[in-house]
């Protein structure tokens, strides 16, 4: 009967010593998720900061602003306005049929051949 009670006893402080683990950790946990969660709220408080910031910084009165006051640039006005002479640029489709023609007649020799 000793033995029965020593092994009782023990069992008993063994469970009752999980218990005390288990609801330790436990509340660990639950800390850490509010911590989460309250980390999530301020970053969402944030995002929604920088959205109106971007749009704020983004409006073309600000930037035309900014463009006179911080780098001193001026409207572009039609006597102030300079045209380079002598360069010309192709047509955007007389590259590809350029290229095209010129795959064309390589491969026409060889087939001749």
């Given at each position: 009967?000793?033995?029965?009670?020593?092994?009782?006893?023990?069992?008993?402080?063994?469970?009752?010593?999980?218990?005390?683990?288990?609801?330790?950790?436990?509340?660990?946990?639950?800390?850490?998720?509010?911590?989460?969660?309250?980390?999530?709220?301020?970053?969402?408080?944030?995002?929604?900061?920088?959205?109106?910031?971007?749009s704020?910084?983004?409006?073309?009165?600000?930037?035309?602003?900014?463009a006179?006051?911080?780098?001193?640039?001026?409207?572009?006005?039609?006597?102030k306005?300079?045209?380079?002479?002598?360069?010309?640029?192709p047509?955007?489709?007389?590259?590809?049929?350029?290229?095209?023609?010129?795959?064309?007649?390589?491969?026409?020799?060889?087939?001749?051949?």
């Amino acid at each position: 009967m000793n033995r029965l009670t020593f092994f009782l006893l023990a069992a008993l402080v063994f469970c009752a010593l999980s218990l005390v683990g288990a609801q330790h950790q436990a509340r660990t946990l639950f800390v850490a998720l509010e911590r989460a969660q309250a980390e999530e709220k301020q970053l969402d408080i944030d995002w929604s900061r920088l959205q109106y910031q971007q749009s704020a910084l983004g409006k073309s009165a600000r930037i035309a602003d900014a463009a006179r006051t911080q780098l001193k640039m001026a409207p572009v006005m039609p006597g102030k306005t300079q045209y380079l002479a002598g360069v010309a640029l192709p047509a955007p489709g007389s590259v590809a049929n350029t290229a095209a023609g010129s795959a064309a007649s390589a491969a026409a020799p060889e087939a001749s051949k």
